[in-house]
């Protein structure tokens, strides 16, 4: 399947910019925030039939919202 990067680099960035807002909105340690997240995410590698390059983009932003998490949050209960 063939993806158009273009498309997919402009659906990230308007998703990085919502992930700005959900911030503003929501903690980054609430359950709205994190559902929202995972939901997101994931509208967006259906749009793209789980191609594997937009699956390891995803993911890496994934992982890096949870690095942070486990920075900052991790060892707090």
């Known amino acids: 399947m063939k993806v158009d990067w ?3 680099f402009d ?3 308007k998703w990085m910019e919502a ?3 959900m911030l503003q909105k929501y903690s980054f340690t609430s ?3 994190w559902e929202w997240l995972v939901k ?3 509208v967006i590698e259906s749009r793209y039939h789980q191609h594997p390059l937009v699956v390891g983009f995803l ?3 994934l992982e890096y919202q ?3 998490w486990r920075k900052f949050y991790g060892n707090q209960k």
């Open 6 to 8: 273009d498309a997919f």
């Open 11 to 13: 659906d990230l960035k």
């Open 19 to 21: 992930n700005n807002v």
């Open 31 to 33: 359950d709205e925030y």
């Open 40 to 42: 997101t995410l994931s």
């Open 59 to 61: 993911s890496a932003i």
């Open 66 to 68: 949870e690095n942070i």
